[in-house]
């Protein structure tokens, strides 16, 4: 059974970086898999923040293009979500998902606050 952990989520003032890792274990076909990261701030729902699809073409939510970005190191079964110039609506759980699939991580927290 694939597992997924998040982590790097924490703290940041408005306008700083994060770089979240999401690393996965249980499988040996991490690199088929199409990887999604999303996120969920209180009383909203979740939402698709980023995927990178197993030959590596990436798609972003309209809100994040240019400031994030998504990658993926097949031989470490490890997913990335690069976050720069955050902003405090960003605040939010940050979840990867094995895109199409009921398999998730538990979550990182990123607050971003002054």
């Known amino acids: 059974q694939v597992q997924l952990v998040e982590s790097g989520g924490g703290l940041v003032q408005p306008g700083g970086s994060l770089r979240l890792s999401c690393a996965a274990s249980?499988?040996?076909?991490?690199?088929?898999?199409?990887m999604d990261w999303y996120r969920q701030a209180p009383g909203m729902q979740r939402e698709l923040v980023a995927g990178i699809s197993s030959d590596g073409s990436t798609n972003y939510a309209e809100s994040v293009k240019g400031r994030f970005t998504i990658s993926r190191d097949n031989a470490k079964r490890t997913v990335y979500l690069q976050m720069n110039s955050l902003k405090p609506d960003e605040t939010a759980v940050y979840y990867c998902?094995?895109?199409?699939?009921?398999?998730w991580g538990q979550g990182t927290q990123v607050t971003v606050s002054s």
């Open positions: 249980g499988s040996r076909f991490f690199s088929i898999y199409d």
């Open positions: 998902n094995i895109a199409r699939t009921s398999t």
